[in-house]
T-cell receptor, first 115, second 113 residues
Framework: AQSVTQLDSQVPVFEEAPVELRCNYS??????LFWYVQYPNQGLQLLLK??????LVKGINGFEAEFNKSQTSFHLRKPSVHISDTAEYFC?????????????FGKGTKLSVKP | DTGVSQDPRHKITKRGQNVTFRCDPI?????LYWYRQTLGQGPEFLTY????????KSRLLSDRFSAERPKGSFSTLEIQRTEQGDSAMYLC???????????FGSGTRLTVV
């Protein structure tokens, strides 16, 4: 079975500062990894995904994430945040070739960008 | 195509009533998923369809829950005899396969009073 741990429930940061949202996963098989963003009262929007290949993945809105297999991590980073980045961010994992429907989410990290 | 559509956006119902939600996926997507999200939690998988076949159901999907996708296009999720614990955001997603990522709708927020 897979699991996802997002180490910080809330991350406050000032505008134009860098940010890292941490995600660790547990799985006995190869995985696909995803980061989603959720704005209030909306669904989830895909930021980026790791399927295979290069461990550094670039996504939308200037976000990137790095897959580290040895540390089973997939941390999300942005070098300079904007007020509009205030939202909740979810890390998710699905097992390659496993349960096709079961995308496992972490509990989320609320990013609050202050002026 | 404008993405995954869910209807209604909000539903308030009295305990014990039945409710039905609808999801219209992206037209070429053959896979459709239902998730439930409660306050302060990440979404939890409920069930998924490939075309019209329901291939997987979570243990969270009690006997009061039923989902259908009769023609392999839109899907409905029905909750019978609603309970206060059913209050949540119900999210629908679709894709062409696991490695394509999941496109989510805006969700249906259910409040059981």
């Amino acid at each position: 079975a897979q699991s996802v741990t997002q180490l910080d429930s809330q991350v406050p940061v000032f505008e134009e500062a860098p940010v890292e949202l941490r995600c660790n996963y547990s799985s006995s098989v190869s995985v696909y990894l995803f980061w989603y963003v959720q704005y209030p009262n909306q669904g989830l929007q895909l930021l980026l995904k790791y399927l295979s290949g290069s461990t550094l993945v670039k996504g939308i809105n200037g976000f990137e994430a790095e897959f580290n297999k040895s540390q089973t991590s997939f941390h999300l980073r942005k070098p300079s945040v904007h007020i509009s980045d205030t939202a909740e961010y979810f890390c998710a994992v699905s097992s390659y070739g496993g349960s096709q429907g079961n995308l496992i989410f972490g509990k989320g990290t609320k990013l609050s960008v202050k002026p | 195509d404008t993405g995954v559509s869910q209807d209604p956006r909000h539903k308030i119902t009295k305990r014990g009533q039945n409710v039905t939600f609808r999801c219209d996926p992206i037209s070429e997507h053959n896979r459709l998923y239902w998730y439930r999200q409660t306050l302060g939690q990440g979404p939890e998988f409920l069930t998924y369809f490939q075309n019209e076949a329901q291939l997987e159901k979570s243990r969270l999907l009690s006997d009061r829950f039923s989902a259908e996708r009769p023609k392999g296009s839109f899907s409905t999720l029905e909750i019978q005899r609603t309970e206060q614990g059913d209050s949540a955001m119900y999210l629908c997603a679709s894709n062409l396969g696991q490695n394509y990522g999941y496109t989510f709708g805006s969700g249906t927020r259910l409040t059981v009073v």
